[in-house]
Structures are given as structure tokens and as C-alpha cells.
């Protein structure tokens, strides 16, 4: 019986003993928190792009037209290449013009013999007058004639002068040292006719290179406020200088400079034309290309630079994830500026020195225990490429 007893309160604590070890392994382990990447603010003087789309013109863009009718019978220049000030470009057919010419140098050979005859008679009559063996009358009528003779040669010759001209319109010669592109027109064509004439092509100066874009009227008073506020006598001289960014993306190695802002705000689009100009000695811009134009504006001291992946938007309020001391991360509302490249800019909500989770966003919860890791993420000069 007491064999028993014993035996039973052996198995009893067995069972207990294998209950509690159970127990024991099926207890939940709390994982680990989780690893995130974050960056660390820094104050840092920031300046405040603004960037246009425009489009480029030659800094003369001359069209060629025929000043008279005519069959085109030659072009004289490769397509696409340069031309100097005075290249023949083009020749028109020209006998008509030349008929013309002739028919008004006979009239002005008929005007000549009808003044010479004129002036003999007057040269004839006159002292016969000073001797009374002539009437008053005979000489007024001879004085009539030689002036009618030389007015009549003067009316010839201008009309010779005026043939001579359309005659020289058959050859069409270039007004500008420049670039000239595709004819419009080919040999054989007639052109010149009223009221579309063909235009022939185009002629672009393009040691200099025209870029023109619109601004809104908000953007116009930045930029005019900047630079009534601004300390260098040379931005208020020159104006801002502007930087152009090719259809590539990279940045024209040459500033330009604004010409003219027009005059007026447009009332249909609220935007106001704005003309700038850029050297192009090494004639790689041509005209017809559409860029960007990129003026600096404003220079935001000590502004929060990060990258556009930290904030949360939510109904129209951004947050970021802010990690403490003590590793644990907060939830915080933070108020937005422009954006600069992959960056944003935190007009408030953000000190230098804290850090923002970068990476690893859904895994982390607002007082939540993390592993940092700090990443460098360069602010690429302040949003300049």
C-alpha cells in the first residue's frame, strides 16, 4: 500500500513536471525589432530652383523668299551647311526681266534724242529772242520742250532703275552669315506668286542661341523680389544668370542671361514671355529644340534637406518616421517646401541632428523599438545635377 502511495505521487510529479515543460515551449518569443535606414538632418543653406520649359531660336532667323515671279532655275548651296553674307542662294529665271531691262534702256535712248532735240532747238532760239527776231512765244515754247524732255528722260531712267531692280531679284543672295536649312522649293518650281509666296528657307544666325519661355505672374514678383533684395550690385547689373539643361540631361556648359521680360501679363494664360540668350560658339544648339531653363531664385538659410521617400502623405498631412536616442521611433507631422530633385524641403517639423527613416517604412510602428543604421545620402549639390 505504501509501495502504492509512493508510485502514484512519483507519476503525478512527472506529469506536472512534463506539463510545465510544455508550457514552456510553447510560449511566444518576441522577435527582434526591426532594422531600418535612416538619415541624419543637417542645416544647410539651400537655394531654390525654378526651371522652365522653352524653346530655342536662332539669334536671327531670316526667311527667304523670292521678291518676283519666276521659274526657280539653280540653287547654289548645301542644305543644312553654312552660308556667308552675300552667297548666291538661289537664281530665277531671268529673260523676262531682261526683255524688261531693254525696252527701258530704248526709252531712255528715245528720251535722250527727244531732250537733245529739244535743247538744240533752245539753244537755237534763244539769242534770235535777245534780238527781237523771234516772238516771246516761240521762246516759252521751246523752254516748254526742253523741260518736257528732261522730265520724260527722268521718268525713263527711273523706270530702267526700277527693271534693273527686278532684274536683280532673280538671284537671291544670303543676308547673314548663318546655317541655312532645307529648300522649301525645287528647281523647275514657280514661285514668287502673290499673295503665299513660297518660302524658300531659312537662315539662322546661331553664334548666339535665343530661348524663349513663359514665367506666371507669381514666379515673375519671386524673382523681382529677389532681385531688389539681392546684395550684389552685379545680379542687379547682369540679372540672374540662368542655366540650360538639354533634352539629355545634362547642363549646357555655357550661362545665359535674361534679354527682356515682355511687358505685359497675358490675361488668357496669366503667364508672362520671357527671352534669354546663351553663347553657342561650338554651334551645338540649334534652333527649333525645346530645353529647360533652370534660375536660381531665393537661398532658404538652414533649411532640412530629405529625400522624398521619408514622408507619409495622408489626406493631405505628410509625416515622417523620427528615431530618438533610445532607438524608438515617432510618428511626426512636418510642413513641406518645394521639392529639389529626389529631395524635399522641410520649412518646419525637423531639426539638424535627427534622424528620419529612410528605409524599411512598413516595418515600423509609431513608438516602436528599431535598429538604425545611418546611410549618406548625398544632396546632390543642393538639387543642381
Known sequence: MRLKTVCLFACLALFFLACGEKDKAQAPVAPP??????????????????????????????????????????????????????????????QPFEEKVAA?????????????????????????????????????EAVAA?????????????????????LGYT???SPIDGIIGRTQAKVGDFVGRDPNPVILN???????????????????????????QAGSRKVQDEGLPLELILIDGSIYKHPGKIDFINREVDTTTGAMLVQSSFPNPEELLRPGQFAKVRVK??????????????????????????????DVAHTREVTMGPKIDSFWLIT?????GERVVYEGL????????????????????????
Not at 532658404?300 to 523620427?322: A, H, S, T
Request: net charge negative; glycine share 8%.
Open 33 to 94: 525589432p526591426p532594422n531600418v535606414s535612416v538619415v541624419e538632418t543637417k542645416a544647410q543653406d539651400v537655394p531654390i530652383y525654378m526651371e522652365f520649359v522653352g524653346q530655342t531660336y536662332g539669334l536671327k532667323d531670316i526667311a527667304i523668299r523670292a521678291r518676283v515671279e519666276g521659274f526657280l532655275e539653280g540653287i547654289h548651296f548645301q542644305e543644312g551647311g553654312p552660308v556667308k553674307k552675300g552667297d548666291l542662294l538661289y537664281t530665277l529665271e531671268s
Open 202 to 228: 531659312t537662315v539662322s544666325q546661331v553664334d548666339t542661341i535665343l530661348v524663349t519661355f513663359f514665367i506666371t505672374e507669381s514666379q515673375y514678383l519671386e524673382v523681382a523680389r529677389y532681385l531688389s
Open 297 to 326: 531664385g531665393q537661398v532658404v538659410k538652414d533649411g532640412i534637406l530629405i529625400p522624398q521617400r521619408c514622408v507619409m502623405e495622408l489626406q493631405g498631412l505628410f509625416n515622417v518616421f523620427v528615431v530618438d536616442g533610445s
Open 171 to 173: 538671284k537671291i543672295y
Open 348 to 352: 518646419d517639423g525637423l531639426k539638424s
Open 362 to 385: 512598413q516595418k515600423v510602428k509609431d513608438g516602436a523599438t528599431v535598429t538604425p543604421a545611418i546611410v549618406d545620402i548625398k544632396s546632390t549639390d543642393q538639387g543642381k545635377k
Open 104 to 140: 527701258r534702256k530704248s526709252n531712255v535712248a528715245e528720251a535722250e534724242t527727244m531732250l537733245a532735240k529739244a535743247k538744240g532747238d533752245l539753244d537755237r532760239i534763244r539769242p534770235l529772242a535777245k534780238i527781237n527776231a523771234v516772238s516771246q512765244s516761240d521762246l516759252d
Open 146 to 166: 526742253f523741260e518736257a524732255g528732261q522730265s520724260s528722260l527722268d521718268a525713263a531712267n527711273a523706270t530702267l532703275r526700277a527693271a534693273e531692280i527686278e
